[in-house]
């Protein structure tokens, strides 16, 4: 391998540093490959740059009224236009992207925390506990997604947490699921009983042999998840039982601006785009992942 | 050789697996000792049990479906049978340890191979980070890889397959174990790596003074190894004998055999001689001696009564009753 550097590369330190970024530009160089993977990367990182810096890169404040102003087109004042109470898209548009990742981050930390552990026992032991946890899952799997969501943030109230708890619990069994055939996959690996044979515990094996060999899907899966949980905010906002106004969340923006749509088309284009370009960025990732993981499918 | 009490005893070791067609017998009525220091090689064909041996010492067998019916296996006076699970993981790596034969996929391909090699210090001596480290490097330059201060942060997939066995032994010997098992090391390897892992196992056996379990469908290579030697047979040990009088007086008629099919270049104008039959069928295996249906010496009385292993002459044992020519 051309990563890595010769021995004489002095200390050990500067050698496994050296021996680090080598592997991580390895990495990077297999998803540039794939160009659409870049792209969705790209987008990915602008909306996250947005979210975290979105004070310093607004033109107004994302709350203040303007009725004087309101349904504007795009002009070098409002850059993409005012909504119809005169507030700057733009702005709150930018501010929508830390209410998006806010909610997409907690929630698809959520489904994963649960998740994989679920996947990880079921098909490690096999048996009853996997024949107990995935019946949960089926049951859970069983409610329309979109429709269990709205029922849960109906039955839990508003607020960010019960909105967590909304568009997490969905996506529990998909990650149970995979870990579930990634470890079914993996526990029959001779590493594994190599890792027995040195005396360790199952516990041990499991998390620290087993789990970071089913990466790969988890990575997949985690970047279509946050695609869904940006969806399923935005529709829950959508339909009002998101956030709550004055939010600047994209769903709350479609919704507040739709009854003006022949008056303003503009308004509601913007939020709509971003909404969609943020889900396709996560897509794009997921697939150019899921391409590099499994080489074969790739050359097909 | 055996004085006082060997450090390894397996008795009467019986392992069933429970498959859909029927209990499948894989290891039947075995029992052999280990002396400490002393090396113990096992031959016999595919599925004749061999590893099916080794993984129950360890207690290692998958269960279900398998399950050891009976026996005893004594670890300095212990039965081993006996002990709970959580007892079994300190002896696991620490005072017995197992080499595999796939050094291609026994190592874990997402860390480091001293990540690998220091758990086990973590987890039996509690060692640290650092110090852990320093070991991994020692037992690493102990298995004379070149420059074992880059190689531990190396990933597998770096490594050749000799490479990757040598750190699979380092791995077994970290802790110092007492007994060895190294189940058909050299298998996957080409021939000139295997011969310099032979006599790695050598020297590292007489440095680090433990008993070694060498297993392999090879009889040059055990012979090259082991003072005693077992064979096995559809899961029963037929012979144990010195390694001398194994080659020059074979006892039992499948190790005669198995001496016979051994190609030879002052015989190469003659056909090769062969064992006739295929292995019997472990879940339905013949009564009696399950070698008779093979055997050219077969009588009534291998056909019904099956025989057991006794003490023919010094200390060779064989299972048959006409052994010898």
């Not at chain 2, 450090?7 to 697996?17: I, Q, S, W, Y």
Request: with cysteine.
């Amino acid at each position: 391998m051309e990563a890595i550097p010769s021995q004489a590369s002095g200390t050990l330190w500067s050698f496994r540093l050296a021996n680090g970024v080598a592997r991580f530009t390895a990495g990077f160089k297999v998803i540039a490959r794939n160009r659409l993977a870049l792209v969705g990367l790209g987008l990915i990182i602008v909306g996250i740059f947005c979210a975290l810096f979105a004070p310093f890169l607004v033109t107004h404040d994302p709350y203040e009224i303007n009725i004087a102003e309101r349904l504007q087109s795009p002009s070098f004042a409002h850059w993409l236009g005012t909504d119809f109470m005169g507030r700057d898209t733009y702005t709150r548009m930018i501010f929508g992207a830390r209410t998006a990742f806010q909610v997409a981050i907690g929630a698809v930390v959520l489904g994963a925390m649960f998740g994989i552990p679920i996947g990880l026992l079921s098909g490690y032991f096999g048996r009853w506990v996997d024949m107990a946890f995935m019946r949960v899952m089926d049951s859970i799997l069983a409610f329309p997604g979109r429709l269990l969501a709205i029922a849960l943030v109906a039955s839990l109230g508003g607020g960010l947490f019960s909105l967590y708890v909304a568009i997490g619990v969905n996506s529990i069994p998909s990650y149970a699921r995979i870990v579930r055939g990634a470890v079914l996959s993996q526990k029959e690996r001779e590493y594994v009983e190599a890792a027995r044979m040195t005396g360790e515990a199952d516990t041990f094996i499991m998390f620290r042999h087993i789990l970071p060999n089913c990466m790969a899907p988890i990575l997949v899966r985690l970047s279509l998840d946050f695609a869904n949980a940006i969806l399923t905010e935005s529709s829950l906002s959508f339909l009002g039982l998101g956030f709550p106004p004055p939010t600047p969340s994209w769903g709350l923006m479609l919704k507040e601006v739709s009854p003006f749509l022949e008056l303003q088309p503009w308004a509601a284009f913007f939020p709509g785009l971003t909404i969609s370009l943020m889900i396709l960025g996560f897509n794009l990732l997921g697939d150019g992942m899921r391409d590099v993981f499994d080489p074969r499918q790739y050359q097909r | 050789m055996n004085t006082g009490q060997p450090l390894l005893e397996v008795r009467n070791l019986t392992v069933e697996f429970q498959l859909k067609q029927g209990i499948l017998r894989a290891v039947n009525n075995v029992s052999f000792s280990l002396a400490e220091g002393e090396t113990l090689g096992i031959v016999g064909e595919t599925g004749s049990g061999k590893s099916v041996t080794a993984f129950s010492i360890l207690r290692l067998i998958p269960s279900p479906p398998g399950r050891i019916a009976g026996g005893e296996i004594l670890f300095d006076g212990k039965n081993l049978l006996n002990k709970s699970e959580r007892e079994m993981q300190k002896i696991r790596g620490s005072k017995i340890s197992m080499i595999f034969q796939e050094p291609m996929t026994s190592l874990n391909p997402s860390y480091t191979i001293g990540q690998q090699i220091s758990e086990c210090y973590r987890i039996h001596l509690g060692d640290s980070r650092k110090v852990s480290r320093e070991r991994a490097e020692q037992v690493l330059s102990s298995v004379r890889v070149p420059s074992p201060k880059t190689l531990i942060d190396r990933y597998p997939y770096e490594l050749s397959g000799g490479m990757r066995q040598r750190v699979m032994i380092a791995m077994a010997l970290a802790c110092q174990p007492r007994v060895l098992i190294a189940d058909e090391p050299t298998t996957a390897l080409d021939v000139t790596i295997q011969a310099q892992i032979l006599e790695l196992l050598k020297e590292l056996q007489e440095k680090f003074k433990m008993a070694l379990i060498f297993i392999s469908h090879n009889l040059g290579v055990v012979a090259s190894l082991c003072n005693r030697i077992g064979v096995m047979y559809a899961g029963s040990l037929v012979e144990v004998s010195g390694k001398k009088s194994l080659f020059t007086k074979p006892l039992h008629p499948y190790t005669m055999g198995l001496l016979e099919a051994i190609p030879r270049p002052e015989h190469r104008d003659r056909p090769l001689t062969a064992i006739p039959g295929s292995i019997c069928n472990l879940l339905d295996p013949p009564s009696g001696c399950k070698f008779h249906p093979r055997c050219f010496k077969a009588k009534e009385l291998c056909k019904t009564e099956p025989p057991t292993l006794e003490k023919h002459s010094g200390e060779n044992l064989v299972a048959c009753y006409f052994p010898g020519e």
